[in-house]
């Protein structure tokens, strides 16, 4: 797994919370063998992190496979 940067920490209490994400709609492997995020993934993956932006949500750590697809999203 890969860590990328997050910002300030999003701890309540003396819990942490976790949130799971798949990866968007990438490209058929036909179309391109490192399966980037298609048009609609790119789009639905902003839509996602608005949302969460919008509920406060502020990660202190992410972590990721290191697909391609996995990082766009």
């Known amino acids: 797994m890969t860590r990328g940067a997050g910002n300030a920490g999003y701890y309540s209490g003396n819990y942490m919370r976790l ?25 639905h993956a ?7 932006s919008d509920a406060g949500v502020r990660p202190a750590v992410i972590w990721h496979s290191g697909k391609r697809r996995a990082r766009e999203t």
């Open 19 to 43: 949130f799971l994400v798949h990866h968007a709609e990438a490209l058929s492997p036909v179309v391109d063998p490192e399966r980037p995020l298609s048009s609609a993934g790119r789009l």
């Open 46 to 52: 902003e839509r996602l992190a608005a949302s969460a």
